[in-house]
């Protein structure tokens, strides 16, 4: 028996490849499933089950591109329903795997369909949980995404959850290993933990959601609260994951070839007025990039920060890249989160714009320790409200990067200096401001941490 964690930090998001004697069941894939497939080839392995723990909010999940890829059944718990043909998982039922067994537990709170598939050994041991959105480290799923179309309110939900975690998960054996959906910098959470597993012992110790003197009532208040509103695109991830999408694979043979000349890119630009997407490096946006475009690098956390300042998953997009390879990793990326309408790419990046005499613009930046004896300056924090609240800068304020468009009016026209926890978020919102007319704007490189790093030493 074996279980691979597939982890992806751009989405911080977890996959699981479990095998048994020759036979595999995978939980929770992404959209792009080559690399699933390959590793089936190379070792030979028959992909038996593709288990959903829910309907994902966050990313568009691999299963149906996997079922017609192999002869795979999609599994989801109760309640759950599909435009394609799926086994619909009662509380208890068990599925042979290898020498192994996987048993399905209804677990609702976090979406009434929500299901944790339980592994059990050949000898009949609990070995390992895999928990969804139900149960993170140091966390527990957020009861407020499954409401629409319900009866229901976000408190009911989690009395719900409450009740799931109570009576299913905390009577496991304590040492079961948790294997939850994601980790820390998910939105599907608040308080997760950077680890991505841990045994249920130890997070009957430390997560504070599953004390065992908590009371429902304790539960529901402490678990909503906090809870800032889930980004707009994760209801059109939901209808993805229920209704069918195309293959990455199309897609990425659909635009391969569409890199553009710098006519054909600004001409696009002046007639549809997609986003011009710039998903560089935070370096080089600075030194130049083109007007209004808005920076999203695909070294942080892409894939979810495009899905909350884009909003629309059909918003058409053009892309700036610095070489055909990041061009089709960033499609890849995009494709994760549903957002399937890229035009192409500008052939030549920046430089070729640049070379027709076209102009650009940079960003000023300020180090922290500069930043520091400036006096009397605005300030923009584009932190999390609930990062904000823990530590921030005398003077600043808090304008979230998730509500900046919203707060526009609160952002002056004089010199304002922003900064966020280490200098991608920052970028991202001087990018959104200068696209809607303020140029005055001043980046503090390293963010919060290089302001706190000077002002300790």
């Known amino acids: 028996m074996k279980i691979e964690q597939i982890y992806t930090g751009c989405l911080a998001q977890g996959a699981y490849y479990i095998e048994s004697r020759g036979e595999v069941a995978i939980i929770d894939p992404l959209r792009e499933v080559n690399p ?17 723990t829910h309907f994902h909010a966050d990313f568009v999940s691999g299963h149906v591109s996997l079922a017609k890829a192999t002869d795979a059944q999609i599994i989801y718990g109760p309640l759950a329903e599909t435009s394609f043909e799926i086994i619909n998982a009662q509380d208890g039922q068990e599925f042979i795997l290898g020498d192994v067994k996987i048993k399905a537990i209804h677990t609702p709170g976090h979406t009434l369909e929500s299901t944790c598939y339980l592994l059990i050994d050949a000898q009949g041991n609990q070995k390992a949980l895999f928990s969804g959105d139900t149960l993170f480290i140091g966390d527990v799923g957020r009861p407020d995404l499954a409401q629409k179309g319900l009866k229901m309110t976000s408190k009911d939900l989690a009395g719900i959850m409450f009740d799931s975690l109570r009576n299913k998960l905390m009577t496991l054996n304590a040492n079961v290993i948790i294997y939850p959906a994601h980790g820390a910098g998910s939105a599907c959470g608040k308080k997760m933990s950077s680890e991505t ?45 229920k209704e069918g999408y195309e293959e990455v694979d199309t897609l990425l043979k659909h635009n391969r070839n569409n890199l553009l000349s710098v006519e054909e890119f600004e001409n696009i630009a002046n007639e549809l007025h997609p986003v011009i997407l710039d998903v560089r490096s935070k370096e080089e946006f600075t030194v130049g990039h083109i007007p209004n475009s808005i920076f999203i690098g695909l070294e942080g956390s892409f894939a979810p920060w495009v899905g909350e300042m884009l909003v ?14 990041m061009f089709e990793e960033a499609q890849i990326r995009l494709s994760r989160v549903g957002f399937d309408n890229v035009i192409g790419a500008l052939s030549g990046g920046v430089e070729s714009w640049i070379k027709t005499g076209r102009g650009i613009e940079t960003v000023k930046n300020i180090n922290p ?23 921030n800068y005398s003077n600043a304020i808090n304008l979230s990067l998730s509500e900046l468009g919203m707060n526009l009016s609160k952002v002056s026209d004089e010199k304002s200096y922003v900064y966020c926890g280490s200098g991608y978020r920052s970028l991202i919102a001087i990018s959104l401001l200068k696209s809607k007319g303020f140029h005055n704007l001043v980046n503090v490189e390293d963010g919060f941490k290089g302001i706190s790093e000077i002002l300790q030493s």
């Not at 497939?37 to 028959?46: A, D, F, G, I, R």
């Open 36 to 52: 699933y497939l390959n590793k089936l080839t190379q070792n030979n392995h028959n992909l038996k089950y593709i288990f959903e």
């Open 197 to 241: 597993s841990d045994t249920l012992f130890n997070q009957l110790e430390t997560n504070y959601a599953l004390r065992a003197n908590m009371t429902k009532d304790e539960f529901i208040s402490e678990v909503l609260d906090g809870l800032a509103q889930p980004p707009k695109y994760f209801s059109e991830n939901v209808k993805l994951n």
């Open 369 to 391: 320790k500069d930043f520091i004896q400036i006096s009397g300056k605005n300030i923009i924090d584009v932190r999390k409200p609930s990062e904000y609240d823990v530590a």
């Open 312 to 325: 629309d998953i059909n918003t058409p997009i053009l892309l700036v890249v610095s070489d055909k390879d």
